[in-house]
């Protein structure tokens, strides 16, 4: 992660001390500097708050040696609050205490770029030309060709061009990592990262609106949101690149749990992978469903792709996430396995999500949030919310949370599963 530099004095081990730092705050300094490494790795051993080793780190070069010396720990997922801001120090929320980073250091590879994708281990896609892959902790950058940072359309006329989404079947740094895109609403590519001569293949889907897309066994999945309509396609690498299989548009009996109710600017669906299965999620409200508590909170639907032979499909309703929770936003969703050792929040069988719009009124939010940070920068006043924990049928445990924001600059809050720290 980087951090801002100062023209500064130097303490022993090497770190710099702020210009105009009394004579005795540097002492103090310099004192913190020096602390024996053993001391200070018991110290370091004893700090379970992931957002509280990252500030361990930042201290000085002597305490972020220490670090590397234990075993990484896994950190589970950070909401972005501004990402599109142009500010440098971003707020990360980090689920897993509560507690708020307040000057998150992004890359200025990414800031004031739009992020349309991210990955574990801190990975995001910067959209703005020239395509960017860049890690938000160590500043690395992916490595890509010229083919590889320009998108290919079928329509390369077309005025309407904008990049929406990205996704990874493997980690950016694999040679086996397969990209996908989501191209002005109505096209998808295909691109494989590790293979330098490797152009994006294109998909075009005339007259029809994908709104998401997931990995799931060696096929692409894309969600056709006007019909709730699956359209896969087998994906693989070549010697020089990637190849794809014709469209399947598969055949899925009973819809009914599909039926467009409520406010359409908040209903939104996600497609995500769960125990190697296809899901989708649908995000409601205001709905006149038998099974739903309540007529005004948002609610979800989750939807398993069951195959029943003979080349049809049907949609079975999930009534437990298990030993899962589901992170769900407009640039990243996953479904993560939240282990017994880990009781705090993040929890099992829940729902996290970051809306996929900011609110341009405090009338437009759930009756249920409830604020939790103000921030003020250059790009205007941001107000941040949480919802309560809620769980939407008789019959059907999951819960939820949401989070939103009321006003900001249309990039809504993101999710970033950072590297194990």
């Given at each position: 992660?980087?951090?801002?530099?100062?023209?500064?004095?130097?303490?022993?081990?090497?770190?710099?001390?702020?210009?105009?730092?009394?004579a005795?705050?540097?002492?103090?300094?310099?004192?913190?500097?020096?602390?024996?490494?053993?001391?200070l790795?018991?110290?370091?051993?004893?700090?379970?708050?992931?957002?509280?080793?990252?500030?361990?780190t930042?201290?000085?070069?002597?305490?972020?040696?220490?670090?590397p010396?234990?075993?990484?720990?896994?950190?589970?997922p950070?909401?972005?609050?501004n990402?599109?801001?142009?500010?440098?120090?971003?707020?990360?929320?980090?689920?897993?205490?509560?507690?708020?980073?307040?000057?998150?250091?992004?890359?200025?590879?990414?800031?004031?770029?739009r992020?349309?994708?991210s990955?574990?281990?801190?990975?995001?896609?910067?959209?703005?030309?020239?395509?960017?892959?860049?890690n938000?902790?160590?500043?690395?950058?992916?490595?890509?060709?010229?083919?590889?940072r320009?998108?290919?359309?079928?329509?390369?006329?077309?005025?309407?061009?904008?990049?929406?989404?990205?996704?990874?079947?493997?980690?950016p740094?694999?040679?086996?990592?397969?990209?996908?895109?989501?191209?002005?609403?109505s096209?998808?590519?295909?691109?494989?990262?590790?293979?330098?001569?490797?152009?994006?293949?294109p998909q075009?889907?005339?007259g029809?609106?994908i709104?998401?897309?997931?990995?799931?066994?060696?096929?692409?999945?894309?969600?056709?949101?006007?019909?709730m309509?699956?359209?896969?396609?087998?994906?693989?690498?070549?010697?020089?690149g990637?190849?794809?299989?014709?469209?399947?548009?598969?055949d899925?009996?009973?819809?009914?749990?599909?039926?467009?109710?409520?406010?359409?600017?908040?209903?939104a669906?996600?497609?995500v992978?769960?125990?190697?299965?296809?899901?989708?999620?649908?995000?409601?409200t205001?709905?006149?469903?038998?099974?739903?508590?309540?007529?005004?909170?948002?609610?979800?639907?989750?939807?398993?792709?069951?195959?029943?032979?003979?080349?049809?499909?049907?949609w079975?309703?999930?009534?437990?996430?298990?030993?899962?929770?589901?992170?769900?936003?407009?640039?990243?969703?996953?479904?993560?396995?939240?282990?017994?050792?880990e009781?705090?929040?993040?929890?099992?069988?829940?729902?996290?999500?970051?809306?996929?719009?900011?609110?341009?009124?405090?009338?437009?939010l759930?009756?249920?949030?409830?604020?939790?940070?103000?921030?003020?920068n250059?790009?205007?006043?941001?107000?941040?919310?949480?919802?309560?924990?809620?769980?939407?049928?008789?019959?059907?445990?999951?819960?939820?949370?949401?989070h939103?924001?009321?006003?900001?600059?249309?990039?809504?809050?993101?999710w970033?599963?950072?590297?194990?720290?």
């Amino acid at each position: 992660m980087e951090e801002p530099t100062h023209t500064a004095a130097v303490n022993n081990d090497g770190s710099s001390i702020k210009a105009g730092t009394s004579a005795a705050a540097m002492v103090a300094t310099e004192w913190w500097s020096i602390l024996p490494d053993d001391i200070l790795s018991l110290v370091y051993s004893r700090v379970a708050c992931a957002v509280d080793r990252v500030r361990f780190t930042t201290v000085c070069r002597s305490w972020r040696a220490i670090a590397p010396m234990h075993p990484p720990r896994r950190v589970l997922p950070w909401l972005i609050l501004n990402p599109g801001s142009n500010d440098r120090a971003k707020h990360a929320y980090c689920l897993e205490d509560g507690a708020i980073l307040s000057h998150f250091w992004f890359s200025n590879k990414a800031v004031g770029g739009r992020i349309v994708g991210s990955h574990d281990g801190g990975w995001v896609t910067v959209s703005d030309a020239p395509l960017r892959i860049v890690n938000l902790f160590s500043g690395a950058e992916v490595p890509l060709s010229a083919k590889q940072r320009s998108i290919i359309r079928l329509r390369p006329r077309a005025k309407l061009f904008v990049l929406l989404k990205v996704i990874f079947s493997e980690p950016p740094t694999s040679r086996d990592c397969i990209l996908a895109a989501i191209i002005g609403r109505s096209e998808v590519a295909i691109c494989g990262l590790g293979r330098v001569r490797s152009a994006w293949s294109p998909q075009r889907f005339v007259g029809m609106t994908i709104t998401d897309i997931a990995f799931c066994n060696g096929h692409l999945y894309c969600l056709v949101p006007e019909t709730m309509e699956i359209v896969r396609f087998e994906v693989g690498l070549t010697k020089h690149g990637v190849f794809k299989g014709d469209p399947q548009w598969l055949d899925i009996q009973d819809q009914g749990y599909l039926q467009v109710n409520g406010d359409p600017d908040e209903r939104a669906v996600y497609i995500v992978e769960l125990r190697g299965k296809i899901m989708i999620v649908i995000r409601k409200t205001r709905g006149s469903w038998w099974w739903v508590r309540n007529n005004t909170l948002p609610f979800f639907i989750c939807l398993e792709l069951v195959d029943v032979g003979h080349g049809w499909y049907k949609w079975e309703i999930v009534k437990s996430l298990g030993d899962h929770a589901l992170f769900l936003g407009p640039t990243f969703s996953k479904a993560m396995h939240m282990s017994t050792g880990e009781h705090c929040s993040p929890r099992r069988n829940h729902i996290y999500y970051s809306h996929h719009r900011c609110y341009p009124r405090k009338e437009c939010l759930p009756d249920d949030a409830k604020e939790f940070l103000t921030s003020s920068n250059n790009d205007g006043c941001h107000v941040y919310y949480k919802g309560g924990e809620s769980v939407d049928n008789i019959d059907v445990g999951i819960m939820s949370v949401g989070h939103y924001v009321l006003g900001g600059n249309q990039c809504p809050p993101m999710w970033l599963f950072p590297p194990a720290l």
